[in-house]
C-alpha cells in the first residue's frame, strides 16, 4: 500500500494526544528564547573574536620558548572540576581552563624542540580555515551541495598527484589522518583484487618490520585479521630487500597462497627510511600484486629535490597515503589516499541510501561521499588550500628541504661525538642514535637518556627499539625548527649524557 495512505489508519492519533503544546505559541517562544543563546548577538560575537583573538596571540608569541614537554602530577585532572552543566560559563572562565588544564601539559607540538615520534605541524594559516569552513558550514561530501567545497578538495588532490608524478586518472579524498587513509588503500586493494571472506586465510601482506602498525590495525578492521602478513628481511639499512621480497612471493605461490598486497614505506617512523619503491613495483607489476605505499611521514618530500631523488619509483605504486598533517605543517586532522587509478575507490567506497535521491543532480566532479568512508564530514579542504594559496608552495619545499639538511648536519655532529653511535645515513629527515656508555648496559643507559629528557622537557626526543637495540631518534619535520634548535637539542642532549655518566 502507498506509504503515507498506509500510515492514515486507526492508531496514528496517538502521538498527538501529548503533543498539545507543539501548537501553544507562548511555549514556543519560551524554548527560542532560550535555544537563542545558541546564536551570539554581535556583542557576544565581538567577545568571542577578541579574546580567543588575544589567547591565540599569546600562545604565538610564546610557542617557541614553552617547553616542548611537560608532565605534571596532577595531569590534567583539574579540568574533571569543571562538568559540564546545565549552565554556562564565561568565556575567560572557559580559556582559563582551557589554559591550565591542555595547553600547558603534555606534548607542545609548535615547539621546534620538538622532535619526537613524527611531530604534526600546526601552521596557523589552517587554522582560519578551519574557523571559516566552520563558519561557513558547506557540505563538502557531495558535489550538489558545495560545488566550491568539492572542487577545491578535488583541486588538492589533483595537486598532490602531480607532486608524485601519479598519471591521469589518478584519484582520492582528504581523509583524517593517515591511519584512516591506510585502512582505506586496504579495503581498495581487497575490492580491486576481488578477495572474498574465504580467500582471506590465503591471502599473503609483504611489509617489513619498520611498518606501520596502522597496516595491521587495517587488515583487522577489514576482517582480514586472518590473512598472513610476512615480514619481509631488510637490508643493513632497515630497508625492504627486493630479492627477498620475490623469494618470498614465490615460495608462497608454490605452497598454493595468494600473494595480494605488498606495502612499502616511503619514510619509516622508526628510522624515516625508504624501501626501494622502484624495485618493488617492478617486482609488484611482474606478479601482478597491488602496490601501495605508506608516505604518511614522507611523501611530500616529494616537493623538495633532495626528496624527489630518495622517493624516486613512489609515482608506481598503486596506492598512496600522504599526510598533510605532518610534512605539510598542518595541524593534526588532514590525511589523504591518491589511487592511482581513481575508478577502484568507488567499487571499495561507494553506498547510497534513498534519503539522497537529490544530490546526484548536476555532479561536474566525483564527490568524496562515494569514494570514502565519511558522510558528513569536515571540510578540510579550505584548512590546505589557504595556506598554500597565501604563501605559495615555495616556502613549503625550502622547510621540506631545510628539515632534510638539519637531519644530515644533526647526523655528521653526533657521529662526531665522543661515545655516540649513530643510525644509517637519514634518507629524508629522522636522525637515529645512541650513547655507549663505557661501562654498564647500554639500552638501560639510552632509556635512562630518555626519561631525563622528557622531565627536562625543553627538548622533546622519543626512542624506539631496533632488532633489539634501544637507540634514540630526532624527527625534525617542525616547520619551526631551525638550526639553533638542533644545536640547542643538541647540547642539552650532551648535558645529561654528562650529568647520568657522573651518576
Ligand atoms: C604517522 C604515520 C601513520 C599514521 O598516520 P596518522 O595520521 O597518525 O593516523 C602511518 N604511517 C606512517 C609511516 C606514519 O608516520
Known sequence: MDYLASIAGPGAETHRETMNSSLNPGFLAELAQQASALDPTQEELEELFTKTGNYARQHLATVRETPAYVKSKERSVGLLSSPIGEEGISLDEALQLLYDFVDHEGLNSGSPRYLGYIPSGGLVHSAFGDFLAAVGGRYAGVFHSSPGAVRMEN?????????????????????????????????????????????????????????????????????????????????????????????????????????????????????????????????????????HVDGAYGAFFALCPEGQEVLSGINQSNSLVLDPHKTLFLPFGTGALLVRDQEFLGPAHGGRGEYMLDMDSDAHELSPAYLSPELSKHFRGLRMWLPLKLLGVAPFRAALSEKIHLARYAYERLREFEGFQVGSYPDLSIVTFRYVPEKGDANEFNLALVNRLHQDGRAFLTSTRIRGTIVLRLAIVSFRTHLEDINETLEILCDHVNALKEK
Not at 598527484?161 to 589518478?170: L, M, T
Not at 619498520?210 to 639499512?237: N, P, Q, W, Y
Not at 618470498?248 to 626501494?276: Q, R, Y
Request: include cysteine; charge should be positive.
Open 155 to 291: 583541486m588538492l588532490i589533483r595537486w598532490m598527484a602531480q607532486i608524485v608524478g601519479y598519471p591521469r586518472g589518478a584519484g582520492g579524498y582528504l581523509a583524517s589522518g593517515g591511519s584512516i587513509a591506510n585502512l582505506s588503500a586496504v579495503i581498495t586493494a581487497r575490492e580491486a583484487s576481488g578477495l572474498r571472506g574465504a580467500d582471506y586465510d590465503r591471502a599473503v601482506i609483504y611489509m617489513t618490520a619498520h611498518t606501520h602498525h596502522c597496516v595491521d590495525k587495517a587488515l583487522r578492521i577489514a576482517g582480514m585479521g586472518s590473512s598472513i602478513r610476512r615480514r619481509v628481511a631488510e637490508d643493513g639499512h632497515c630497508r625492504m630487500s627486493p630479492d627477498a621480497l620475490e623469494k618470498t612471493i614465490v615460495a608462497d605461490k608454490a605452497s598454493g597462497l595468494n600473494p595480494w598486497l605488498i606495502v612499502g614505506s616511503a619514510g619509516t617512523t622508526n628510522t624515516g627510511t625508504v624501501d626501494p619503491l622502484s624495485e618493488i613495483a617492478s617486482i609488484a607489476r611482474s606478479h601482478h600484486l597491488w602496490f
